[in-house]
């Protein structure tokens, strides 16, 4: 689900699920035959979801950008986890690491500089890192370009080296 879902563009309330129920459960209905029960009504609640792909060792995990991104502005309340996804994200991701689950994470606006606010941004950029060996793509639109864009980690303090810890590829939108 992207930023334009909705009017106004970019706003989502995290703190009352009964606020935004109207655009999940619509969204939601759409997709409900994909995602199955568990992932469809953890989706009509928050906007994210996780769901481990037919008889594969993939879990896919869609996170709601609208709880990070930067020009919402019902997240002056709590920049650094609304609604507790970063919580759920992390609960996510050790659960596929203690079942040996590869990961690809999904959303419409790419974690890349500018987009997320600053405290979310620094809490989703630690989980990446820790979680970067089952993290085998991240995947995104938003930008209205074709991109690829490398997410770095300062190795070391001390030397300040950075090491690549994951790529974010990014297809276009179509609107505009």
């Known amino acids: 689900m992207g930023n334009h879902e909705k009017f106004p563009n970019d706003q989502f309330y995290p703190y009352d699920s009964q606020k935004e129920n109207l655009v999940l459960k619509t969204y939601g209905t759409y997709w409900k035959k994909w995602l199955g029960e568990e992932a469809y009504e953890t989706f009509i609640n928050f906007g994210y979801y996780s769901k481990k792909h037919l008889d594969t060792n993939l879990r896919i995990i869609s996170?709601?950008?609208?709880?990070?991104?930067?020009i919402n502005f019902y997240l002056i309340k709590n920049p650094?986890?609304?609604n507790d996804q970063l919580k759920w994200l992390e609960n996510e991701?050790?659960?596929?690491?203690?079942n040996n689950e590869q990961v690809y994470l999904i959303t419409h606006i790419?974690?890349?500089?500018?987009?997320?606010?600053?405290?979310c941004a620094k809490r989703f950029k630690a989980l990446v890192d820790r979680f970067s060996y089952i993290i085998r793509g991240q995947f995104a639109g938003h930008t209205h370009n074709d991109e690829i864009n490398i997410q770095t980690?300062?190795?070391s303090n001390q030397t300040k080296e950075k090491?690549?810890?994951?790529?974010?590829?990014?297809?276009?939108?179509?609107?505009?």
């Open 63 to 70: 996170y709601n950008c609208l709880y990070c991104d930067s």
């Open 163 to 176: 090491e690549n810890i994951g790529v974010v590829f990014t297809a276009p939108s179509f609107t505009t």
């Open 80 to 82: 650094s986890d609304p």
């Open 153 to 155: 980690e300062y190795f």
């Open 93 to 98: 991701l050790r659960k596929a690491e203690e």
């Open 110 to 119: 790419p974690f890349i500089d500018g987009f997320f606010l600053t405290e």
